[in-house]
């Protein structure tokens, strides 16, 4: 993970966090010996797995129905591979973003806070967490979370 990639991953941390999204982070990126990494390995550790993974989540409304499913129902969840500007995801990185979305999940690289706060719009995430009015998108793009004026 590159300096950039590491401050646009630091940015979405701090945002679905905000957002309360059931989401993780595999940090694939770290260095180590070549013996922890065989036992990282044998426990299951992929290469290439996105560095965002948003678990598909529902969340109870209002009764007019106005924000009870946050993903397409036929979505299981949303992963983001982030790049820094000119840089291109891993044929490893492609296969599981490939795979992903053979499986069901919205997938999508990401060079920047303001394209991963697009991708939540457009996944209808990007939305207060207690309330589930909508959030204003411009304010999102840079790093603050206000609710949508009506």
């Known amino acids: 993970m590159t300096r950039v990639e590491y401050a646009i991953q630091v940015e979405v941390a701090a945002l679905l966090d905000a957002l309360r999204l059931p989401w993780l982070h595999v940090p694939n990126e770290r260095h180590c010996s070549p013996a922890l990494g065989a036992r990282l390995k044998r426990q299951g550790v992929k290469a290439g797995i996105p560095d965002v993974l948003i678990c598909r989540a529902h969340r109870v409304g209002p009764a007019d129905g106005s924000h009870n499913i946050v993903l397409p ?6 992963a983001i591979e982030l790049k820094a500007p000119g840089n291109y995801p891993t044929p490893e990185q ?14 999508a690289v990401c ?21 589930g009015k909508p959030l204003d998108i411009d304010n999102a793009r840079h790093g ?4 949508a004026r009506s």
Do not use: K, M, Y
Not at 73 to 78: F, Q, S, T, Y
Not at 94 to 107: D, N, Q
């Open 94 to 107: 492609r296969a599981w973003l490939e795979r992903l979305e053979a499986e069901g999940w919205t997938t």
């Open 73 to 78: 129902p036929n979505r299981h969840g949303l």
């Open 111 to 131: 060079r920047s806070l303001s394209q991963v706060v697009d991708v939540l719009h457009d996944c209808d995430l990007l939305r207060h967490p207690e309330s």
């Open 144 to 147: 603050f979370i206000t609710e």
